[in-house]
């Protein structure tokens, strides 16, 4: 049944696939997987047991039957989420499968068919909570009449028998079905610990009530939160046995539930995009699925509805929502010529958009395959974690087994040596070790996705926590990337209307920046619109010139004044080196063979640069400037927005240098860019952030890409990358103490099995739920 998606595997240079594995109940089983696929020849595998996936690295000697049978072999199921693919020529990441949004499956113990969400994230599986909520109705009368002697009637123990035999053996099915799977391939998990502990006490209080004492009509019994030194043969243990079981059952509940929040985020991601579109065919307009959308396919956009792919607008005007991809609310002005977004919304005007990318490689199906990508990975710290979980039950099968035995030798007390020893059993499962990185990832990076930060892998987090230095590209990072026409200075009897006029006229032919900001300038300042210039020659690196209603005209440096024999007035001498100090470029207009005026163009900086460079310092950030233009411009970008160290006129493959310099200093530098000349340092610098309004090779290059292409969002997902490793470390420290803590106090006979049945329940829901409040990082 593989062979099709076996012989797309095979390729010369190996392929990656993503498998669903079914039935792991702790972070032991995601470290058993990920260990045997490891084993195998060619074959690099990480296993998520949040996520319930694993991201396989495959040579071509392997196919992907082998890697599920292998999966099987260790006692799991395994399916592909999605064909594999193989390595892409591009740099650009394939388009999710909805698959891929999978709900986690099924009963949390790995027993019951993995039940597909509705999207819905208060829907949890439908088997688990069937048999959680049928357990919690016997066992309630159990603990009660266990743990309140004064509801104890004669007999009262025949019926706590009956309502608790179909706990243990019908609700912990799935513990001792999985137990005994584990058992046959020699491993032991929490499913091992759990069956052997609520068995060992059914089984202990089956033989007090039909060989001991605890069958005698009148017996009552007392319940203490320590173990019992009792020291007889009428000690029942029912009320631990189904407790425990209701409570672990509760406990993987909860922790669906919660997981299910987790990864809503992502879901929510997948399902923005538009449903249908409606194409122009012949100037008729028919309704199909998007996934039938081509490159260079017109479609309509009505006011109201989701723009269906990337594309460019060819035909009308409106104002684009964009929020749910880039968090920013303030709707975006689109008319013809410009790019927009797939699944942003029109507002107001119909729009025609000509597609230029679909499927895969839409901005959103790149978004998402990140969000993904990174909710998969495994920070250095949870790989730790993974290696205590792997050898954890086999060492507290020893240290059960342990305290049996040194209870007896000191007490010869046989209850309470094996109430303790199945405290240690039921108090020590791993869970909360295997939740703690997981969980607060999926949170982090799908909140992320939400603000328009997209944070690419686990690793990110762990060094943006060490980064003390932050580089700024100039150009479209700190300032817009579009010349402006800022100043218009003139000589007298001279008008600025007229120098704008005829300025304006001849720059409107030429296609460099500059001059583009010139024309658009004069004419929105003018209110009128430009002459048609005569005779218009480009003059290469200086300027342009032309006839202009009768006038003959030089715009451009100054240099081409000086080759026509023009000098310059002092007024507009002084303009030329104002406008060189103050960062900006001055554009000189002559007609009539007289310098008439000087107008002074500049990038423009952001709005938000100035408050977010202050944002970067509140973090303990040092900003740079690094920037290829010249060193005037720079320290007046620089001085505007709050920074003092300058790298200026810096050739584009010497930044890689600046930032390997600055490295050696000893600092642990982040860069920020957005251009294909940002790549290489952005790769090089130890955190690369791009902004999404770049271009694809530095959104490749980078580790954190800002979809809104704001320096503030900088700041933020500084702040979030910062906040969800706390996150991740308190969820580790609160993992680890609770299992140093509870284990000695199990053997050494300070806790009650059932207690302790609780107490890990519903650590593994602390940690998630700790997690969750990573969903109100604002």
């Not at 100039?474 to 007298?492: F, Y």
């Not at 500059?514 to 004069?522: E, L, S």
């Not at 050494?748 to 609780?758: C, H, S, T, V």
Request: aromatic share 4%.
């Amino acid at each position: 049944m593989h062979s099709a998606t076996e012989a797309g595997a095979r390729t010369a240079e190996g392929s990656t696939a993503e498998l669903t594995i079914g039935g792991m109940t702790c972070a032991s089983c995601a470290a058993r997987v990920e260990k045997k696929l490891n084993r195998m020849d060619g074959v690099t595998a990480t296993v998520n047991y949040a996520t319930e996936k694993a991201k396989v690295a495959f040579g071509p000697e392997t196919g992907l039957a082998e890697l599920i049978a292998t999966v099987e072999k260790t006692g799991y199921t395994a399916r592909p989420v999605r064909p594999p693919e193989p390595p892409r020529p591009e740099s650009l990441p394939a388009a999710p499968h909805p698959a891929g949004t999978r709900a986690e499956a099924g009963d949390e113990t790995g027993s019951d068919s993995p039940a597909e969400s509705d999207g819905s994230d208060e829907q949890a599986p439908d088997p688990l909570r069937q048999r959680l909520t049928v357990s919690a109705v016997l066992a309630a009368p159990v603990v009660l009449l266990a743990m309140v002697p004064a509801l104890q009637f004669d007999n009262w123990q025949w019926l706590s028998l009956t309502l608790a035999a179909p706990v243990v053996v019908w609700g912990g099915l799935p513990f001792h079905r999985a137990a005994w799977a584990n058992l046959r391939h020699g491993a032991a998990t929490m499913d091992t610990l759990v069956s052997i502990g609520t068995l060992a006490a059914f089984g202990w209080s089956l033989w007090a009530l039909f060989f001991g004492d605890a069958g005698m009509p009148g017996m009552r019994h007392g319940f203490d939160l320590t173990v019992s030194h009792a020291g007889d043969t009428s000690t029942l243990y029912l009320e631990v046995a189904a407790g425990v079981v209701t409570f672990i059952l509760l406990g993987r509940y909860l922790e669906a539930r919660s997981k299910r929040k987790a990864g809503s985020a992502l879901r929510a991601l997948m399902h923005l995009g538009a449903k249908d579109v409606s194409v122009l065919r012949d100037g008729t307009e028919v309704r199909v699925p998007v996934a039938r959308l081509a490159v260079g396919d017109r479609f309509v956009v009505r006011p109201g509805e989701k723009i269906a792919t990337d594309g460019t607008v060819v035909e009308g005007a409106s104002a684009v929502d964009a929020s749910m991809l880039t968090g920013e609310s303030v709707p975006v002005e689109a008319g013809v010529g410009d790019p927009v977004t797939g699944a942003t919304v029109n507002t107001s005007g119909r729009l025609v958009v000509e597609a230029t990318r679909v499927g895969a490689d839409t901005r959103l199906a790149r978004m998402a395959e990140l969000v993904e990508e990174a909710q998969n990975g495994k920070a250095e710290v949870q790989r730790l974690a993974d290696r205590i979980s792997a050898v954890f039950v086999p060492v507290v099968l020893v240290i059960a087994l342990v305290t049996l035995v040194a209870w007896l030798l000191v007490t010869d007390d046989v209850t309470a040596a094996f109430t303790a020893a199945v405290a240690v059993l039921i108090i020590a499962c791993p869970c909360a070790l295997g939740l703690a990185t997981p969980t607060a990832l999926m949170v982090g990076t799908g909140r992320g996705a939400q603000l328009g930060i997209l944070i690419k892998g686990p690793e990110v987090l762990e060094t943006t926590r060490r980064v003390d230095t932050i580089v700024l590209d100039k150009t479209g990072t700190v300032t817009t990337g579009r010349m402006t026409l800022l100043d218009v200075h003139t000589t007298d009897h001279t008008t600025e209307t007229d120098v704008l006029r005829l300025a304006g006229a001849l720059e409107h032919s030429s296609e460099h920046p500059i001059a583009q900001a010139v024309a658009a300038g004069a004419t929105e300042r003018t209110g009128a619109p430009l002459p048609t210039p005569e005779d218009f020659t480009n003059v290469p690196g200086l300027g342009v010139r032309g006839t202009v209603d009768g006038h003959r005209v030089l715009v451009g440096r100054p240099r081409l004044l000086a080759d026509a024999g023009i000098g310059l007035p002092d007024v507009l001498s002084g303009a030329v080196a104002d406008a060189a100090a103050g960062g900006g470029t001055a554009v000189v207009v002559a007609w009539d063979g007289r310098a008439r005026g000087v107008l002074t163009v500049a990038d423009t900086i952001k709005d938000s640069s100035a408050e977010a460079v202050a944002e970067l310092r509140a973090l303990g950030l040092h900003p740079v400037l690094l920037t290829g233009d010249n060193r005037a411009a720079a320290d007046a970008v620089a001085r505007a927005v709050g920074i003092d160290e300058v790298h200026a006129e810096v050739l584009p493959e010497e930044k890689v240098h600046v930032i390997e310099r600055l490295r050696a200093e000893g600092r642990s530098v982040a860069m920020v860019g957005d251009g294909v000349n940002d790549a290489a340092a952005l790769a090089t610098a130890d955190l690369g952030l791009a902004l999404g309004t770049g271009t694809d090779a530095a959104i490749e290059a980078s580790d954190l890409t800002l979809v809104r292409g704001d320096l503030k969002v900088a700041a933020d997902a500084i702040r979030l990358s910062r906040r969800t490793l706390a996150t991740i470390r308190g969820n580790l420290f609160w993992a680890f103490g609770y299992n140093s803590a509870a284990l000695p106090l199990a053997a050494f006979g300070l806790l009650n099995p059932m207690i302790a049945g609780a107490a890990m329940a519903f650590s593994s829901v602390f940690v998630v739920t700790n997690s969750l409040r990573l969903r109100a990082f604002t």
